[in-house]
């Protein structure tokens, strides 16, 4: 059975940079897509990046946050730099076997994590 653990959620100040990190084990990493979504509390799990054959990034990070993945380790990465308040979310990471039309978007995933909180203050 697939496990997600997300981890490196903090408070930082506006300006600043965390690096959250999934470890993932039970499934055959190398094989599956993964992405990284984000959700502020009243509002709808939006995609932020998504690592596959290629990456993906949501406007509104896109300069801002980098997605990287260790196939060794079986962990995906999300570098997020400049931080600004609005990015202020659980943050979770998801997989999904093979190749996605829609990277993006929620539906396309079959395993999630648990979340790890970031907050960014002005």
């Known amino acids: 059975q697939a496990q997600l653990v997300e981890s490196g959620g903090d408070s930082v100040q506006g300006g600043g940079s965390l690096r959250l990190s999934c470890a993932v084990s039970?499934?055959?990493?190398?094989?599956?897509?993964m992405g990284w979504f984000r959700q502020a509390p009243g509002k709808e799990r939006e995609g932020v990046a998504a690592?596959?054959?290629?990456?993906w990034y949501a406007d509104s990070v896109k300069g801002r946050f980098t997605i990287s993945r260790d196939n060794d380790k079986n962990t995906v990465y999300l570098q997020m730099n400049s931080l600004k308040p609005e990015d202020t979310a659980m943050y979770y990471c998801?997989?999904?076997?093979?190749?996605?039309?829609?990277?993006?978007?929620?539906?396309?995933?079959?395993?999630w994590g648990q979340g790890t909180q970031v907050t960014v203050s002005s």
């Open positions: 998801a997989a999904v076997f093979g190749s996605i039309a829609f990277p993006l978007m929620t539906y396309e995933y079959t395993y």
């Open positions: 690592i596959g054959r290629s990456t």
């Open positions: 039970g499934i055959t990493y190398s094989k599956y897509s």
